[in-house]
């Protein structure tokens, strides 16, 4: 069968999986503590802590890369593109190492790959990378001419749930219509009409505050923060992408920690969780309005998902619309690994960011 290595940098973690066929015989989560990422002042600047964190686990597990197939890396900030495989090119390494269409973890997984698969000469994929755009024309007014509103999302996994979702329903994901949040370390709650995600907040500046951004934030404040002279631009940038949320309340990026001391009787921390849960009810209200009302379920997932009491806060909220399904965590690694094999086996042309 044809092995493949996945790999899903994420904003306080590498995740690998490596697969034989469809069945994945290793995963890790590599942590990456915070001080270590506090030591590097630009997300490129990691490239090579986290190339020697994946070859250092490779090499502890007798992983040979000349054995793979093809590598694929959860997909970056790239030019908005559609669902599906895609094939890393060079052009598509460049936007990314430049970050010509922002900064986030996610940028380093071709970054890193693409010498790989040139050395070994295999293919490197991506699937529904993170700018993955169908929104539906009103969804791009912001409210600015000068500003169009960017689809931005964890769009690799709320397309895998939106399938899962779909089969518990017992139809396709082309056959309903469903408002999905995904509650990670960004949050992004995604409108889904028959098979396209017509709507998502950004979740890099828009929607919900999560575990460490801000969202959606008062605009002549921000404004005048802007320009007190107190913080440059990239400061600013780090506070609404890196240094918001929950972090700014209470410290934290680990929503376990919050859960713990919120359940010891910490009552700063039960009602920051409370005020998330408030957002991510009303973001989901607005994104049933999208619909027009006509929702077949609400699905919630992501690693803060796998928490009972935040899925109870944000369930009495929304419990109105109808059925709310939890798919806790996510299967980024298996969606990547499936996206390589379709590619592999012929079954989806890739396609190619230089020419598509
Ligand atoms: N059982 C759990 N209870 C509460 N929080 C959890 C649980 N499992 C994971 N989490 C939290 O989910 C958060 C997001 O995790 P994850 O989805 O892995 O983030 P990322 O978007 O960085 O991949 C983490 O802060 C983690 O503490
Ligand atoms: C920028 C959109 C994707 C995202 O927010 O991912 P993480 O939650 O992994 O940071």
């Keep these: 069968m044809e092995k493949v290595l996945a ?11 490596l697969f034989d066929g469809e069945h994945c015989v290793l995963q890790e989560a590599i942590r990456h ?17 986290r190339c020697g964190a994946i070859t250092y686990f490779l090499k502890e597990h007798g992983v040979a890369l000349e054995s793979l197939a093809a590598i694929v890396v959860r997909g ?9 495989v895609w094939l890393v090119d060079e052009q598509m390494r460049d936007d990314l190492l430049r970050c010509r269409f922002g900064a986030h973890a996610s ?3 071709a970054v890193m790959a693409f ?21 539906a024309p009103l969804a791009r007014y912001s409210g600015l001419k000068e500003i169009r509103r960017q689809s931005m999302s964890h769009a690799l996994n709320t397309k895998a749930v939106a399938r899962r979702c ?5 139809k396709g994901y082309g056959d309903v219509n469903l408002v999905i949040a995904h509650l990670g370390s960004g949050i992004s709650v995604s409108a889904h009409q028959r098979g396209r995600m017509i709507d998502v907040n950004n979740a890099n500046n828009e929607g919900p505050f999560s575990l460490e951004r801000t969202g959606t934030l008062p605009a002549l404040a921000l404004i005048d923060m802007c320009f007190n002279g107190e913080k440059s631009r990239e400061e600013m940038r780090e506070l609404v992408t890196a240094k918001g949320g929950i972090y700014s309340y209470l410290q934290t990026k680990d929503f376990k920690e919050v859960t713990e001391r919120a359940a010891a009787g ?16 009303k973001e989901i209200g607005a994104m049933a ?3 027009h009302g006509d929702v077949d379920a609400v699905a919630l997932t992501g690693g803060m998902a796998y928490s009972e009491i935040l899925v109870k806060m944000i369930e009495a909220r929304v419990g109105f619309l109808g059925r709310v399904e939890v798919f806790a965590g996510e299967e980024e690694l298996t969606a990547l690994a499936e996206g390589a094999l379709r590619a592999l086996r012929g079954e989806e042309k890739p396609r190619i960011y230089g020419r598509d």
């Design 7 to 17: 790999i899903n940098p994420g904003s306080t973690s590498t995740k690998i999986g």
């Design 33 to 49: 503590p915070r001080e270590e990422l506090e030591s590097f002042s630009a997300v490129m600047d990691q490239v090579e802590y």
């Design 76 to 84: 970056g900030l790239l030019r908005p593109v559609s669902g599906g």
């Design 107 to 109: 940028n380093l997984g």
């Design 115 to 135: 010498p790989w698969g040139q050395k070994l000469g295999i293919p490197v994929y991506t699937v529904d990378p993170v700018t993955v755009d169908e929104f």
């Design 166 to 170: 779909a089969g518990r329903l017992g």
């Design 266 to 281: 910490d009552s700063e921390a039960r009602e920051v969780m409370e005020a998330m849960a408030y957002q991510v009810g």
């Design 289 to 291: 309005a999208v619909l």
